[in-house]
T-cell receptor, first 110, second 116 residues
């Protein structure tokens, strides 16, 4: 069955430190993966998707099919990056049906 | 960017009553919308896919008679929680996907339902 796992509930780093938010997935088909971010008191918004291979706000994520991972990385964390991050998998052939990981709270300390 | 609006943001209702939540795509058409439920400190769980002009498709374990979905136009989907019970209290979030290939889904701000 399809599944998305984010092993860390909370990741706390100091400003300027590198960040890696882990995401592993289980899916038999060709995965389409996303990272969503939710800032305090705001709605969920798309951060990036693997097919576009963009870098948004300094974040990147590479799909590793061998390790079934889609970790989110940023070389130098900023305080404004503090938020809840969700990894999500479109498990229905790009119809938009998403299964979300449990979410990781990123806390960037000054 | 595209905007999806949910109404109301918060609602309190009595046990046994029904409550309707609206999800609107304000500046784009969305043949497909999605309804999620989020329990405290948990992830979002897909409840159903709302299809304009046809019946909604529900995920396994979601009671279709309990959670009625209507998608009467290309910009509006409604979720009605019927005969609400305290265990239906939750955060309900909708998303709407702009029609087209490989398009992004935009999320509403969510509705906090409390059943007393």
């Amino acid at each position: 069955a399809q599944r998305v796992t984010q092993p860390e509930k909370l990741l706390s780093v100091f400003k300027g430190a590198p960040v890696e938010l882990k995401c592993n997935y289980s899916y038999s088909g060709s995965p389409e993966l996303f990272w969503y971010v939710q800032y305090s008191r705001q709605r969920l918004q798309l951060l990036l998707r693997h097919i576009s291979r963009e870098s948004i706000k300094g974040f990147t994520a590479d799909l590793n099919k061998g390790e079934t991972s889609f970790h989110l990385k940023k070389p130098f964390a900023q305080e404004e990056d503090s938020a809840m991050y969700y990894c999500a998998l479109d498990y229905s052939g790009n119809t938009g049906k998403l299964i979300f990981g449990q979410g990781t709270t990123l806390q960037v300390k000054p | 960017g595209a905007v999806v609006s949910q109404h109301p943001s918060r609602v309190i209702c009595k046990s046994g009553t029904s409550v309707k939540i609206e999800c609107r795509s304000l500046d784009f058409q969305a043949t497909t919308m999605f309804w999620y439920r989020q329990f405290p400190k948990k992830s979002l769980m897909l409840m159903a896919t709302s299809n304009e002009g046809s019946k909604a498709t529900y995920e396994q374990g979601v009671e279709k008679d309990k959670f009625l979905i209507n998608h009467a136009s290309l910009t509006l989907s409604t979720l009605t929680v019927t005969s609400a019970h305290p265990e239906d209290s939750s955060f309900y979030i909708c998303s709407a996907r702009r029609d087209g290939l490989n398009t992004e889904a935009f999320f509403g701000q969510g509705t906090r339902l409390t059943v007393v």
